[in-house]
């Protein structure tokens, strides 16, 4: 009845969309796409990812290459930065402004022309902020710029938002409330979801997304990260997947980005998630967890079996609640159990409540 | 960390259990006990059981004899009724009244002991009103119920209401409040629960599944049964497992009666779950389900993947919404949408509310 769902990528993403998708046997099977096999696809799966992109193994074309393989034309062009801003301007979604570097020649005058500071990103691989240099008037630029990055103004934000949203076959679409994110070192820390928010931001934000996905024929989650000036939003960056900001919708909403991705996919019904309370996504980079965090209200550990490294991503916490006092009850109660490191994340949600 | 959970049977309960583990990566691996296999397991597994008695095969053998096999004194006393009713008795639980049919000779006396009509029991593996008789005066009695059976009075309760608690090693325990059950043919029908509870029946209700997991040393939750006659709880009868019951906790409550059970069993903190607005559970009986119903707000299928076979349990349905209002609304819309066969069951859940 309902198609497999093979998903490009062996990470923390496969891994909650096959937890979204099992209590109704919607069956997800992730595949690494980066290795030399013949993996048995079935005519009727539907392939998606949780990575942008990967080489052309064995496994990598026999996925890209499968009827079923969803996406396709906005992976094409949000994988290479400058493939994205260009469809964002040209779909008249405001974003930061930006340029091309594309000759050595004229690095720093094109640099100059942001303004006193700039973002340089590299155009393809970059996540968590790797591939990325924060660079000044005066400051020496890198010859290796030159054709692999794009640089950006830098963007006085007072906070970042992030919209969430889904799109299927149809056309139908469907979004969550924007979440409110704060990254460290371009690497985000922690969420909050659930407040209340300008509708005038929340309906631009829903119309900007609603066009990209309807220009790029999209199917399933989609994320748009934005920076918020003086109350206004600029679209940062998108996501063709689920994303680590909508990761509060497991708790947090009826339906969540991980059930929405399987049902677009899988032509379910589409419908709006109510939104459940209030709540707070904190990242696990580099760190384990203490069972004695689940003694808490409202605290649900998502532990993603990964080895441990410094910095990186091993899982996440939830705490949801009915209202904002006991949310703010569970936090400090949680604050007080974590690393000294991770307080900061803390006291970064309570400040946003 | 986390140890392992080893499940005996081989259900829809184990694989509920697995899903409310994987989140955190508390592994749970249901084990078919009725094999001649000798199974992996670790030293520090943890066994616990979905179903109540298996034979002693190798792998059934290997369960039972495991140092952390959980509640094998509990098991004993529940899964024959003499010793179930005899439990009740001596820990001073209100239970139906009954009677031991261990002679031929006696046997149309000790029913008629009971009253005009009588429930025939057997003792041993009886389950969704299998191995029962209704019996009255005048009726034929049955020389195989000698030794094999218990009677009870046939009691005239008003409904049917059953608790899902869980105590830990430390012997700290939670409860959800008192779930409406409507049963026909002896099986589970639907659900409804959120509902206002009697505090005193609540209260009774609690004190007395205290007494009987504190009895036993018990670990893990337990479900006790009973039936409301004048306002006042009897208990039927009990199920030392996860419980069909408690079904709707999945999207109900905070942490749901799987998650509870296996907190139990890992030594993880157990704290009293917060209820989610009010919630319906409807029993897929011999019915596959349709993916309209995904489309009603608040509605959640959870598909066993077992094949189709008439009146067997094969899913189940959660209808969860923040307020009764919008309770009726969905189950309002998803009796247009059912077998004609089964709106019975949304009629019945309507008028609990
Ligand atoms: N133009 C900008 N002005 C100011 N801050 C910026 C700008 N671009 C990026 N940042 C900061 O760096 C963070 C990471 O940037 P970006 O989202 O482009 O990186 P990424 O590596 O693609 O991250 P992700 O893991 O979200 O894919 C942003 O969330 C923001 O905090
Ligand atoms: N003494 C009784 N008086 C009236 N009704 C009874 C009595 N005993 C059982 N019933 C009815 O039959 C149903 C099934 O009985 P019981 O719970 O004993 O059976 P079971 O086969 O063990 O069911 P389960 O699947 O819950 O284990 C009860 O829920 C109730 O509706
Ligand atoms: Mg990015
Ligand atoms: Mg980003
Ligand atoms: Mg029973
Ligand atoms: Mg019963």
Known sequence: MLPRIVVAGN???GQMLQQAGAPMQLKVMPVEPNQDIEVALHADDVITVEVEHWPDTVTGLQLKNHPNFRN???LHAVIDRQRQKSLLDQLQVPTAPWVDLDSEASLTEKLESLGERAVVKRRRGGYDGRG???WQRGDEVEAEWAETCIAEAMIPFSHEV???GA????????????TRNWHENGILRASVAGLDVPQEQQDSAEEWLSRIMDDQNYIGVMAMECFVVDGKLLVNELAPRVHNSGHWTQEGATISQFELHLRALAELPLIKPEIKGVSVMYNLLGRTWKTEWLGIDGVHVHWYGKSLRPGRKVGHVNINRPTLAQLEESLKALKELVDDEDRIAFDWSLEQL
């Open 11 to 13: 990470g923390q993403l």
């Open 72 to 74: 396709a034309s906005a």
């Open 132 to 134: 990325q240099w924060r």
């Open 162 to 164: 992030s919209l969430v």
């Open 167 to 178: 799109r299927n076959a149809k056309g139908e679409k469907v979004f969550y409330p924007l």
